[in-house]
């Protein structure tokens, strides 16, 4: 086959030579080191990716063949979602037994990468040009292209471009021997690689496809029909035994289309990637959901670079000159052409944005639904943003002199390397740190011995309770590494999808265990801070360990009737003595321990003056009943009001039961009275919800300049007879 043969011939050996040159610059030796993880960090989803595969190895053979049991536990699905690139998770687990200990493949993966967008930006050269000099400058343009380098940060499977190449050169090039057999090993393979990747390139193959059929006329209906079948029955057959379908469909929605969506000015917008050109800001990203704000549209990353701005003005005029031309091309692939087009539109969505603007327009909620399955939707404009770059190099290449078309494009891509060098240039820094086998970050926040007497005593390591969004779990990274070291499964994971039924099934289970005090004498318990209360008031602590070290709060079952475990000072154990208040004396949250998070458990924010103040509309005060019946809870409050803004609106919930509307109209000495009753105190727990009709910043009160809604601060409290 042509691609196999062009991938041997050596003539592509110096594009092959500029791919592993641009991964050296770029990237450096160390990462593809199979026994080195330090260049990971502590970089959320390259170690995602990591620890997806670590845990995968370990685990038996299951069916479907992606199954990963011990990453996620209850919660856990396919190695799919852990974007582990299970292509070659697949081909290295029958070896795991005779890998070393630690084995990492993606720097390797990296580094084919790197050399496979060169190999297919000299093989789309190739469609218009026989100069090798001006195939090896496309070569390294394709190497250096901004959008690839800003992902190997954030998403290694998603560095991948060269699929969409690859999808590209097939759609352009005009001998089709082999199409279908060619089109059917890309998409299976991306789709085992990252399902974005794949999704863009059955766009690409559905053009191609059609004007393989309505233009070029080399395939009839029957043809087109058995292809198309042929290839969709062959792909979710793929997807099957790799365990995409594990998840149930209705949590791919995840109604966020919109937020990740493309920039009109993205071209443009350097994201501080230059010398030349500075960030052009965008809005922030808002997951009310999770109460999250991200600092921009990442995902929106389009920038040509200077060198590609200055070939894209010329391309410009020499395309208007010879516009015809343009006009004919268009035509010739227009099936091309409106498959990127509608993938640009795709990834604009309905939420527009030009540079800090944005227009918004709603989508009917069916639509809406469907598009947030990929809600990345940012990520749809590579193709066109590719063929931008192709145009680039060809319209200096076919209609200006040879050595001025050889001046330009040499000239565009030193600037190009080197303008973008205040990006790339950290990242190789980064990632030429001291090789190390295991975690460096595990010793710089687990430091106590009792760690690795741990390790050796339970076989699975847990977090309570688990997040609704897995990317904010707190310290999951931290603790998935610590399990993956220890040879222990783990909950603590971060995954691209997760199904909610399985989550909350859990956060059930693990509230049961704690009002039980019983728990399994196998696991080592992480509590959130929100949990503490609950845990303290039923643990047996005559058996069962429960304190902070090192920070975390730490239920270790049985630990006190073995006999070859270590000591832990009593200075660390949680007491319930020592957190539970006592009826008719005053409750000061401006000192410890109740100015801690295990009071204030959700929804509340410490300001620049240290302040604990509510944000967004609810917030949860968790409190231990004293052990004297209580029948009202008196809380003193300062409220953020002003002239303009004359009180807050308060709600009072307990149990889901609304017992208190008061509006506070005073800045502070506010008294807010909780009634109490039998169901309470013998519960010996109260979790009190607030909710704010009217929040506000103190930016929107001409107070200060932190624009947080904030609502009230709560300063002491008593139980009252």
Same mark, same amino acid.
């Given at each position: ?6 991938? /041997? ?32 960090g ?34 856990s699905?396919s ?76 998403? =290694? ?35 085992? =690689? ?7 390139l059955?766009?690409?193959w ?29 792909? @979710? ?56 704000i ?47 087009? @509608?993938?640009t539109?795709?990834?604009? /969505? ?59 494009l040499?000239?565009?891509l ?8 205040p ?13 190390s ?12 011995s ?88 039923d ?29 832990? /000072? ?6 319930? /003595? ?48 004293p ?68 929040h ?6 001409g ?19």
């Amino acid at each position: 086959m042509r691609i196999m043969k062009a991938i /041997s011939n050596s003539n592509y050996i110096p594009s092959i030579l500029i791919g592993v040159i641009a991964f050296y610059i770029i990237v450096g030796p160390l990462a593809l080191l199979p026994t080195n993880i330090a260049w990971l960090g502590v970089r959320f989803d390259p170690n995602q990716h990591y620890l997806g595969w670590a845990f995968f190895r370990e685990a038996p053979w299951n069916f479907p063949l992606g199954l990963n049991p011990g990453f996620g536990i209850d919660i856990s699905s396919s190695i799919i979602y852990s974007d582990s690139i299970p292509l070659i998770a697949f081909l290295l687990k029958p070896f795991s037994k005779v890998l070393p200990e630690t084995f990492q493949y993606l720097g390797a993966w990296l580094l084919l990468c790197f050399v496979l967008q060169s190999l297919f930006g000299w093989l789309l050269a190739s469609l218009f040009t026989q100069d090798k000099i001006i195939r090896l400058i496309s070569a390294a343009f394709f190497s250096f292209s901004p959008v690839l380098i800003w992902r190997i940060d954030q998403h =290694v499977a998603l560095v991948s471009h060269f699929f969409i190449l690859a999808g590209l050169y097939l759609c352009l090039r005009k001998d089709n021997k082999y199409q279908f057999l060619l089109w059917l090993i890309l998409i299976i393979s991306s789709a085992l =690689v990252q399902f974005y990747i794949c999704t863009i390139l059955l766009a690409l193959w559905i053009s191609d496809l059609t004007a393989r059929r309505f233009t070029q006329n080399s395939i009839n209906n029957i043809a087109m029909i058995k292809e198309f079948l042929s290839i969709v029955t062959l792909l @979710l057959i793929a997807l099957w035994i790799s365990g995409f379908f594990v998840i149930n469909s209705k949590y791919s929605v995840t109604n966020h289309y919109g937020l990740l969506r493309l920039n009109l000015l993205s071209l443009f917008d350097s994201g501080g990637w230059s010398y030349l050109l500075k960030d052009i800001k965008d809005t922030p990203i808002i997951y009310e959901q999770y109460k999250v704000i991200l600092g921009s549209y990442y995902e929106s990353y389009g920038y040509l670079g200077a060198g590609g701005i200055i070939m894209l003005a010329l391309s410009i005029v020499i395309a208007v000159k010879n516009r015809m031309v343009v006009v004919s091309l268009l035509v010739r692939y227009r099936y091309l052409s409106f498959c990127l087009c @509608l993938l640009t539109a795709f990834a604009i /969505s309905n939420n527009v944005g030009i540079g800090p603007f944005n227009v918004s327009f709603s989508l009917p909620e069916t639509l809406n639904s469907i598009a947030s399955i990929l809600r990345a939707s940012g990520r749809f404009f590579w193709p066109a943003y590719y063929v931008i770059f192709l145009a680039l190099i060809y319209f200096p290449t076919k209609f200006l002199p040879r050595k001025w078309a050889l001046a330009i494009l040499t000239l565009s891509l030193s600037l190009q390397i080197v303008d973008t060098y205040p990006g790339w240039g950290p990242l190789r820094k980064s990632y030429m740190v001291q090789q190390s086998s295991t975690s460096p970050f595990l010793k710089d926040f687990l430091k106590s011995s009792f760690w690795d007497e741990a390790g050796k005593q339970y076989k699975s390591v847990e977090l309570i309770p688990l997040n609704a969004d897995l990317q904010w779990q707190d310290n999951w990274l931290l603790f998935a590494s610590y399990a993956n070291q220890n040879l222990m499964t783990t909950n603590a994971v971060f995954l691209s999808r997760t199904d909610y039924e399985k989550l909350n099934t859990a956060n059930r289970k693990f509230d049961q265990l704690i009002s039980s005090g019983s728990y399994y004498p196998s696991v080592l318990y992480i509590l959130d801070d929100s949990k503490v209360l609950a845990a303290v008031k039923d643990i047996d602590s005559s058996k069962d360990l429960f304190a902070k070290i090192d920070g975390f709060n730490v239920i270790a079952p049985n630990w006190f009737k073995c006999k070859k475990c270590q000591a832990v /000072s009593q200075d660390l154990l949680f007491s319930k /003595s020592a957190l539970t208040p006592k009826r008719d004396q005053a409750i000061n949250f401006l000192s410890s321990p109740y100015n801690s998070t295990i009071y204030f458990t959700s929804g509340w924010v410490k300001t620049k003056s240290l302040e604990t103040w509510s944000i967004w509309d609810k917030s949860e005060l968790t409190l231990l009943l004293p052990s004297e019946y209580s029948n009202s809870l008196t809380l003193t409050v300062d409220a953020l009001i002003s002239p303009t803004h004359p009180s807050q609106e308060v709600q009072v919930l307990l149990d889901g039961v609304n017992v208190v509307n008061q509006s506070l109209t005073k800045k502070s000495m506010n008294t807010i009275e909780i009634p109490l009753g039998a169901k309470e105190n013998a519960a010996g727990l109260v979790k009190i919800i607030f909710k704010f009709k009217n929040h506000i910043s103190p930016k929107a009160l001409g107070i200060s300049d932190d624009s947080q809604a904030l609502a009230i601060s709560i300063k002491s409290g008593i139980f009252n007879k």
